[in-house]
């Protein structure tokens, strides 16, 4: 399967974007599918989980409540809506598949190549 993400840009702090996901080759309604974040110089961390159905959702703490995931299973796709944004924002942006694990704490099959946003002003 393929991951193509889209979306990224340069936004000032407090601005929004919404990163896509698509997906192909692959039945995308039947995994359960994740955004993470690399910043520069760093690994790259776990940011958000979603089911296979769009009902259960898994945000870690430094996100919740400004970004939320969700998908289109008619389309194929993931999405990363992005809110009030901060400069430690700032890196990659990748999604993946989730194959094992919990949705606070999956494993991951498949990732994307990923899409660059930066946060600054």
């Known amino acids: 399967g393929q991951l193509v993400e889209s979306g990224g840009g340069f936004v000032q702090p407090g601005e929004s974007l919404r990163l896509s996901c698509a997906a192909s080759g692959f039945i995308f309604d039947e995994f359960r599918m994740a955004w993470a974040h690399q910043a520069p110089g760093k690994e790259r961390e776990f940011l958000a989980a979603i089911d296979q159905t769009d009902r259960f959702t898994f945000h870690r703490d430094s996100v919740r409540g400004r970004f939320a995931i969700s998908r289109d299973n008619v389309k194929n796709t993931l999405y990363l809506e992005m809110n009030s944004l901060k400069p430690e924002d700032t890196g990659v942006y990748f999604c993946?598949?989730?194959?094992?694990?919990?949705?606070?704490?999956?494993?991951?099959?498949?990732w994307g190549q990923g899409t660059q946003v930066v946060v600054s002003s």
């Open positions: 993946a598949t989730v194959t094992g694990g919990e949705l606070w704490s999956p494993s991951f099959g498949s």
